[in-house]
């Protein structure tokens, strides 16, 4: 294996390293009572070295999120004309459902932390803006409108609040894929109805 090959799993270690221990430490002592200098101090690196892998301790708890984003950007970029946001976002999420960027258990412990800190919820709903501003802007082609105006933003903002409604992954007892999937489903069918009501009224 080159050198560069070897860093690279360096790096991944360390940054595993990181998340395994900051999420110990968040559910034995609390989110708000663990310093950067503790998570540190138990994955055995500097407290500088924490900065080179996350701005924040918040950015721990929502370490898979860039991955996430990046997936989702990727795939509306990549769709063909005919295919609408929506659309695009349904084969997404069930490639997600199928194969979850984050192992169950730590999305779970994610949720719980979440659950128990308002400074990790604010955090979590400042992420969920890119993802609405990203929908809006594919929303926007759909409609034929501009990213910014209110049809687009109207419909981002109500998928968003549907699949939080939802919440895929569930929380302790997250429901078999198939259940999962159903539940988008009718999310997104309600979802398709009032796109295509704007469309009309375009």
């Known amino acids: ?50 900065f080179g892998y996350f701005p924040s301790k918040e950015d721990v708890v929502f370490a898979d999120f860039p ?33 979850p960027v ?25 992420l969920m803006g890119r993802i609405d501003q990203l929908l809006a802007k594919h929303i926007a082609r759909d409609l034929g409108d501009e990213a910014d105006d209110l049809r687009p933003r109207m419909l981002a903002a109500s998928v968003i609040g549907a699949l939080g409604a939802i919440d895929v992954k569930g929380s302790e007892a997250p429901p078999p894929p198939d259940e999962a999937l159903a539940m988008v489903d009718e999310a997104l069918n309600f979802l398709r109805g009032g796109m295509e009501a704007l469309r009309r009224s375009g």
Do not use: Y
Request: with cysteine; hydrophobic share 40%; proline share 5%.
């Open 102 to 126: 984050a192992p169950d258990d730590r999305d779970r412990c994610r949720k719980r932390l979440i659950a128990e800190s308002e400074p990790l919820a604010a955090h979590q709903r400042a």
């Open 1 to 50: 294996m080159s050198d560069t090959g070897l860093r690279e799993r360096k790096k991944l270690r360390t940054r595993e390293a990181i998340i395994d221990a900051a999420l110990r430490l968040f559910e034995e002592n609390g989110f708000e009572h663990t310093t950067i200098a503790d998570i540190a101090e138990a994955a055995d690196i500097a407290p500088r070295t924490f």
């Open 67 to 99: 991955e996430l984003v990046d997936g989702l950007e990727a795939r509306l970029d990549e769709r063909p004309p005919q295919e609408t946001t929506l659309d695009a976002l349904r084969v997404w999420i069930g490639e997600l459902v199928e194969n």
